[in-house]
């Protein structure tokens, strides 16, 4: 059987992506092992400083019930930069260099040699550059596995989430659910968000409450 695998894209940054991941996360493992990752990490204190905490990696951790270890961080998110930027800009402040080749590499034998469901956090929006010459949308295409694509419940989510998923759509990539996200402060609940948005999308369309742990039928987009 081919591994299971599901790509957590955002319509936007800071949207919910990682806790609709670690929400995804759990939900598997309560059926068995699930590998979460996030391979392209930015704004990332030092493993030994109190802020990293609060990183996407440390909250991918926490939801696979793992440690924070040198091991476990870099086997998580390998590639981690300290500024706050896309990582493309970030690596350049360290005087490196992603190549779209090697985080596709990455991936593929990570997702080969899993024997439980992965899944990966994007980073950003779907367009977001995550190499000089590479978006969100290049990766998704060249690991070719099925996409969730998280939105927010603001005012101008529900555009933000159609058009990314119509992008998805025209690159002939398998989207298989969107879920929004409930943003704090949303003048409109988020199932209303989430019915507009499933009124123009042929796939599933979620919703996760603020805090709520999300939907059982979250772990049917892998
Ligand atoms: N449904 C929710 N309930 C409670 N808090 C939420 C919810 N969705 C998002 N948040 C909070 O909103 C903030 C942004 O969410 P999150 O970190 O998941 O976004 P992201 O898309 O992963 O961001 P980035 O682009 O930086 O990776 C976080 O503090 C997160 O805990
Ligand atoms: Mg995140």
New binding site residues.
């Given amino acids: 059987m081919s591994p299971r695998a599901v790509f957590v894209a955002?319509a936007?940054?800071?949207?919910?992506?990682?806790?609709?991941?670690a929400a995804l996360t759990r939900r598997l493992r309560s059926a068995g092992p699930v590998l979460a990752l996030k391979p392209l990490a930015s704004?990332v204190a030092p493993v030994e400083d109190p802020a990293f905490a609060d990183s996407?990696t440390a909250?991918l951790l926490a939801a696979q019930g793992l440690p924070v270890t040198a091991a476990t961080v870099a086997a998580c998110s390998p590639w981690r930069f300290a500024a706050p930027l896309a990582p493309d800009q970030a690596a350049a402040l360290e005087g490196r260099r992603l190549t779209l080749d090697e985080i596709v590499g990455w991936c593929r034998e990570r997702i080969a040699s899993a024997a439980c469901p992965v899944v990966i956090?994007g980073?950003?929006g779907l367009m977001s550059p995550i190499t000089d010459e590479a978006t969100n949308l290049d990766w998704i295409e060249a690991l070719r596995i099925p996409v969730t694509l998280?939105s927010?419940s603001y005012l101008g989510a529900i555009s933000h989430a159609l058009t990314a998923a119509e992008v998805l759509r025209l690159r002939g990539l398998d989207l298989r659910a969107v879920v929004i996200?409930?943003?704090?402060g949303a003048p409109t609940p988020p199932q209303v968000v989430a019915a507009a948005v499933a009124r123009h999308t042929p796939v599933p369309v979620l919703c996760?409450?603020?805090?709520?742990q999300g939907p059982g039928a979250l772990a049917a987009v892998v």
Avoid at 12 to 21: A, P
């Fill in positions: 955002g936007g940054t800071e949207i919910g992506k990682t806790y609709v991941t704004g996407d909250r956090e980073v950003g998280v927010g996200s409930e943003t704090e996760v409450g603020r805090g709520e």
